[in-house]
């Protein structure tokens, strides 16, 4: 076996991200993106994995301002649900987050949900993470993320930090 990548011969195996797996944009280290929108006059974002949908299930991760501010209120919450196990996730505990610059405070707790069926037709169901915007907020805006789409937000949590200051109320 030579000491060469196959793909990209003039590399050596130890110094190529393609031999060491972690090239971005590949299934197992994804590249997260926004791609900003307007829909009915309203700015909207859509988080995007290596130029496509989060899920092969769920062809548009987009939400507009209000989501936005609650999943950033939110961060410290998603980073750890985006990488603990299953079993931690179901002991997350339901919290309140306030974030004291724009006046938002979210409820926070984890649900269980259907995630995919196996071939017996057993639904298998996971814990996802939803959050809910509490009063003084006028409305009653909710949105529910799992591991994945929390990583995704981590991921690309600066641009969407200026995204919300750009458009922002």
């Known amino acids: 076996m030579s000491d060469r990548c196959d793909k990209y011969p003039s590399l050596e195996r130890r110094y190529c991200s393609h031999c060491q797996g972690t090239v971005r ?44 501010e609650m ?20 002991k997350f505990p339901p919290q309140i987050i306030g974030e004291q610059e724009i006046g938002l405070r979210v409820q926070v707790f984890v649900e269980m949900r259907p995630d995919f069926e196996r071939s017996t037709g057993e639904l298998v169901e996971r814990p996802y993470l939803q959050l809910v915007a509490l009063p003084p907020a006028s409305e009653r805006t909710h949105i529910g993320v799992g591991f994945r789409k ?13 995204w919300v200051r750009r458009h922002g109320r």
């Open 150 to 162: 929390c990583r995704a937000i981590c991921a690309v949590q600066d641009e969407l930090r200026a």
């Open 71 to 90: 999943l950033l209120a939110a961060l410290p919450v998603l980073k750890e649900f985006a990488w603990c196990s299953d079993q931690e996730r179901l």
């Open 25 to 68: 944009g590949t299934e197992e280290n994804p590249h997260f993106s926004i791609k900003e929108e307007f829909a009915n006059g309203y700015p909207v974002v859509e988080v995007l994995r290596n130029g496509g949908a989060i899920h092969e299930w769920d062809s548009h991760f987009q939400f507009g301002l209000r989501k936005a």
